[in-house]
Structure formats: structure tokens, C-alpha cells
């Protein structure tokens, strides 16, 4: 494998204005939706000239946003009054309605969705949300993550734990592979299982999860269908780490007949268990999936296929959806209230469903440790106290909320915007006033050159505006900060490649406090900005040895409390908060914490009346 090729490969497959324009007619949406499009991919076409207009209409736009966002935020906190009770019961009751069909699931259609592939696949390597709503369909898991976090049976029943080392997973007898070479159909097996889990941390620079299970002892297949895991010392999260998101199942066929580049970048070398597999793909504008035949779980999928269009913009997806292009709104882990609202002023109070739906994904600036100015720790702080977490997430319009280190929903080591609020860092008002102060005062005994900071890249358009906020926050320190604008897939090789200074994009959290070891551990698999800090390695090994919860979260607290006081290796600013837009003609969706195990929930899903547009590719 050559250096960092999969990344290159990634960028030089970028979508261009005429791939946009090209998924914008596929999904029908004419020029009328295209002109509210922004020009932040068009890396082939765009002339000078327009890309000047471009900018001055951006800044104006931002102008105008800063303007309004303490508006926004009152009306946010009004939209958002609602108890976490009330807001439990809504999603129950909605999820019940949707599962009571007068004559329960029903086979057929094709489900059409907004994905991206960004055309990197192997499950090793990816960490884009995309990915999951496109080629990730194919795969399956040992076990998986249900609502609230809940440990469910996959290709395996639970595990018998047999003391605090030792696990035994039984694989479940009718799990097969998709009837494509060089897999045809065969039966997945236990030495299957101990495959794709080993191959996470098998010796490539590319996979980042290659921490994950780096004190387990042995993944070995006792029999066809039995696997013992045995960890070398206590991995207390060691069951939730099997059945995490990106733990989906590749074969050693596939690796073998297609190689590592093959399996990332080959849409023909994606074969798995999932419950859909690969029909026909063209690069960021469609993706085409069909029913497997032979999937373990009885009479599912109901849809026959599954359609993916890609749609990058606000805009378009709202015009594709009103138009019955679609049949979810946006990702099922990013959409808004605001997102909601326009869906529902177009077609109709009653002809959209919204179900809120936190997960653990959100947005930070990754801030590389290793490269100046941000080697000095006081730099590092003094750009954590000048960022403001209330105007960079009023302008997602509900969907994020304040974050930290850990995200929210992962309790009780999360912490609640309240909590936060309370932090050097996330305070308003006066407090924030002495933040700012306390930002110059790093700064000036630094020394650093306040006209000499790099730009920070972002990744555009989706972070534009929030990089706009962050630069005049940084201003009102002294800090003069250009801005970088990378398309996704320069945005994603950048940080892979360490190729930046500060970069602004996506973070996905795990489902457990043991994602500070991937993130930020020295060997950690996701530390992009190389931070190594003995007391804090020691501090995440410590608290993956425990299994008191309340032993846990004084450690994890110790961890938070030191990343955000002390060292600052990365800009914490949000969590999801998103809520699922779909048509109510679909029925069984319900929450789930995570941007896999929600489209997981599309297995169970069906369509109670197949909409015109729906029924064959």
C-alpha cells in the first residue's frame, strides 16, 4: 500500500459543480433549487470573478446571521421548553404509531435517502456520516448499539460473560454472506467474526480504530460457531467496544481478493451481510442497493432496495423531498427543528413525521499540537476561552447543542449545557467578558505573533459559517486568522494526513467515555493533532480498567476538567441534537444513539403505502 493512497485517491475523486449539477437532476430538482445552492465544491468550473461575488455574498450573509443570533437562540431555548420526559414520551408515542400498521410490516419498495460515499468504504478507515447512509448498508455487526445505548444481538446472540476477561459469543447459524465471488454465499462463521474484529488493529496507518482493542488477549474460534475473546488485563467497556458503530464485519476473502486499496475504494469489493447489497454506484451523484435474499433476520429488509442520492445542500434536499424524490429529509443524525419547519410549510403539518433523535456526532476544531503556534499549551487555552459556543451553535438551528469533551448523551459522563455553561470557556455575559481577558493575558505572556496564526482549514460549505463566527471570535483577542475552504474530501485527507494546523469539521463520539483513549490517547487511532500528555494516558488507561460507574466518572470528570483547563488539544463546541424528518408513509423508525445504528433501524422499516417514484428503481 502506498502512503496515505486511499486519502489521495479520495481527493482526486471530489465532487465537482457539474457532479452537483448532475445528482441535482437525478433527483429532480431543476435550476430554480440549484440557485439556492453555494459554490464551495466548485473546484472545476468556478472563475475568479465569481468566486470573489461568492465570498462578499457569504460575508454579507454572515452579517447578517451574527446579527440575528441572539433571536435565534431565544427561539431555539422557546422551541426547546419541552421536559426530557415530554420529549421521551413524544419519540414513544411516534415510534409506536409508526410501528402499529393496520396490517403490520409489508414487503416492497425502494427506499430513497440522502447519502455521500466520499469513495472511501472499508469500515476500518471511515469516519465519515455519509458513508454510513450509503456502502455501510452492505455491512453487519457482531452485536450492535440499540436505543439508549442497549447492547443488541447482531450475527451473534449476547455474549456469556464468563468472568471479567473471558467472552463467549455464539454466532447465529443463519447468517450468510451476499452471493457474490469470491464470498458466493457461504455461511459466516466464527473465524469470520475473529477476522473482521482483529483486523481493526492490524498494521496499517490508515485504520483509526487500531486502539480499540489493543489489551484484548485473543479474538479465537473455538468451533464453526463459537468465538472466545479473552482481554490480557480489565477492558471494562470491552462488550460496547465489539458492538460500537464502525465495528462491521469484512471477510478475509475480500481483503485477500481485492487487498486493502481494493476493499477502501472498489464499490464492486463491498460485499457483507448486511441486509442490502451493492447494485450500482456512480460517484457522488447515486447509489443503488438491492434486498439480500438470505439476510438472518427473518423477512427483512422489507424494502426491495435501497436508493442513495447524493444532496449536499439545505436547500436541495428540501426541494427533492417536497417534490417526492425523497423519503427522509437529511441524514438521520443531522437534520434540524428549522429543517422540519420548512418541510412542513411546503407539504403540510400531516404529511411529515419529526422524531428527535440525539446521537453522538457533532462538530469541533482539531487543533494539531505539534505545529506552531499550538505547541504551547497557553495558545491552545487562550483559543478555547475566545470561542463562543453560543453564536457557533445558533447557527445550526436547533441541531447541535453545547458540547464537551464527552458528549451528553453518553451519561453520566457527558456534560449538560448547563454544566458547561458554568466553564471558563462556555460563559456569557460578564463571565464571558473575563474569559476574553484571561485569553489576552495567555496570549501576551506566549508571546506569540497575533498576525502570524495560519488559517484554519474547514470543511466547506458545511463548517463555512461556523468558521466565519470562530474567526471573529478569535479577532476579539487579537488573533488575525484566515480561513481555508477544503471540500469534504480534502477536509477529511487533511486531517487524516495530520496536514494542517487547526482544521474545523465533524467528530463522531463512541457510545462509552473510553473514546477520550481513540481521540486523544498518544496512540490513539483518531489523535489527528498528535497530542501526547503522559497524565492524561495514564488517566483514559485508567479509566478503561474500571467498572464502578461512580469510580469512572470521577476519573473521566479528572480528564474533562484537565483537557478543558490545561490543554486544550482540541476546540469542543457541539453534540447532535438531531431531529428525523420522514414521510409518513414509512413506518417502524425510532431512535437510535448512533449514525450507523440508525440506518440500521432502515432494516426494520417499510413502507405502509409505496409512494409513486418508490416502487422499482
Not at 437532476?25 to 465544491?41: I, K
Not at 430513497?112 to 455519509?130: L, T
Not at 469541533?364 to 503556534?373: M, Q
Not at 463571565?431 to 496564526?453: T, W, Y
Amino acid at each position: 500500500m502506498s502512503e496515505r493512497n486511499y486519502w489521495t485517491r479520495m481527493r482526486r475523486n471530489r465532487m465537482s459543480r457539474r457532479g452537483l449539477l448532475k445528482a441535482s437532476a437525478r433527483a429532480g430538482v431543476g435550476a430554480a433549487g440549484l440557485a439556492l445552492v453555494g459554490c464551495g465544491d466548485d473546484d472545476d468550473d468556478a472563475q475568479p470573478a465569481a468566486a470573489e461575488v461568492q465570498q462578499q455574498q457569504q460575508q454579507e450573509q454572515q452579517a447578517a446571521q451574527v446579527e440575528q443570533q441572539a433571536e435565534q437562540q431565544a427561539m431555539q431555548q422557546q422551541a426547546q421548553t419541552q421536559t426530557a420526559e415530554e420529549q421521551q414520551a413524544q419519540q414513544q408515542a411516534v415510534a409506536q404509531a409508526q410501528a402499529q400498521a393496520a396490517d403490520g410490516p409489508k414487503q416492497g419498495g425502494i427506499v430513497r435517502i440522502v447519502m455521500s460515499d466520499g469513495g472511501i468504504f472499508d469500515p476500518a478507515i471511515v469516519i465519515h456520516g455519509g458513508t454510513y447512509a450509503g456502502v455501510h448498508q452492505i455491512y453487519d455487526w457482531i452485536n450492535y448499539l440499540d436505543e439508549g445505548f442497549v447492547i443488541t444481538s447482531g450475527m451473534a446472540e449476547l455474549p456469556e460473560v464468563v468472568d471479567e476477561l473471558n467472552f463467549i459469543y455464539s454466532i447465529k447459524p443463519n447468517v450468510y454472506w451476499h452471493d457474490k465471488p469470491p464470498l458466493d454465499g457461504r455461511q459466516f462463521t466464527a473465524e469470520d467474526a475473529v477476522f473482521g474484529l482483529e483486523r481493526f488493529g492490524f498494521d496499517n496507518p490508515e485504520f483509526v480504530f487500531k486502539d480499540r482493542f489493543s489489551i484484548v488477549e485473543k479474538f479465537e474460534a473455538t468451533d464453526q460457531l463459537t468465538m472466545h475473546v479473552e482481554a490480557g488485563q480489565v477492558f471494562s467497556p470491552i462488550l460496547t467496544a465489539i458492538a460500537e458503530d464502525n465495528m462491521l464485519m469484512v471477510s478475509r476473502d475480500a481483503v485477500e481478493a481485492f487487498g486493502d486499496e481494493g476493499l477502501s475504494t472498489d464499490f464492486e469489493a463491498q460485499i457483507g451481510t448486511g441486509a442490502f447489497m451493492g447494485l450500482s454506484r456512480e460517484p457522488e451523484v447515486e447509489l443503488r442497493l438491492e434486498r439480500h435474499p438470505n439476510y438472518y433476520k427473518e423477512g427483512q429488509p422489507y424494502f426491495d432496495g435501497y436508493k442513495g442520492i447524493a444532496l449536499p445542500d439545505d436547500a436541495l434536499r428540501t426541494a427533492a423531498f417536497a417534490d417526492g424524490q425523497t423519503d427522509f429529509l437529511t441524514y438521520q443524525w443531522t437534520g434540524s427543528q428549522t429543517n422540519l419547519e420548512e418541510a412542513r410549510s411546503v407539504l403540510g403539518e400531516d404529511e411529515v413525521v419529526g422524531v428527535q433523535n440525539p446521537v453522538t456526532f457533532g462538530m469541533a476544531t482539531h487543533i494539531h499540537c505539534e505545529v506552531e503556534p499550538y505547541t504551547d499549551p497557553r495558545v491552545r487555552t487562550a483559543v478555547h476561552l475566545a470561542a463562543d459556543r453560543e453564536q457557533l451553535i445558533a447557527l445550526s438551528q436547533g441541531s447541535l447543542v453545547i458540547g464537551g469533551p464527552i458528549a451528553v448523551a453518553i451519561q453520566p459522563y457527558g456534560r449538560t449545557e448547563d454544566e458547561l455553561r458554568q466553564l471558563p470557556g462556555y460563559r456569557s455575559g460578564d463571565l464571558r467578558q473575563e474569559d476574553l481577558a484571561e485569553s489576552r493575558r495567555m496570549l501576551e505572556a506566549a508571546g506569540v505573533d497575533l498576525d502570524g496564526f495560519p488559517p484554519m482549514d474547514i470543511w466547506a460549505p458545511n463548517a463555512s459559517d461556523y468558521a466565519q463566527v470562530l474567526q471573529q471570535n478569535l479577532a476579539e483577542v487579537g488573533i488575525n486568522i484566515g480561513i481555508n475552504e477544503l471540500t469534504t474530501t480534502d477536509a477529511l485527507a487533511a486531517r487524516q494526513n495530520r496536514e494542517f494546523t487547526m482544521i474545523m469539521l465533524g467528530q463522531q463520539g463512541a457510545s462509552d467515555p473510553d473514546l477520550l483513549y481513540n481521540d486523544l490517547h498518544t496512540t490513539g487511532g483518531q489523535n489527528y493533532g498528535n497530542f501526547s500528555n503522559p497524565e492524561f494516558d495514564a488517566l483514559v488507561e485508567k479509566g478503561r480498567s474500571l467498572f464502578d460507574v461512580e469510580e469512572r466518572k470521577e476519573v473521566y470528570d479528572e480528564a474533562q476538567d484537565r483537557l478543558l483547563n490545561e490543554w486544550n488539544p482540541r476546540l469542543y463546541w457541539s453534540w447532535s441534537n438531531a431531529v428525523v424528518a420522514f414521510r409518513p408513509y414509512l413506518r417502524g423508525f425510532r431512535p437510535t444513539p448512533g449514525p450507523t445504528a440508525s440506518n440500521a433501524i432502515l432494516w426494520g422499516m417499510w413502507f405502509d403505502q409505496i409512494p409513486e417514484g418508490a416502487q422499482a428503481f
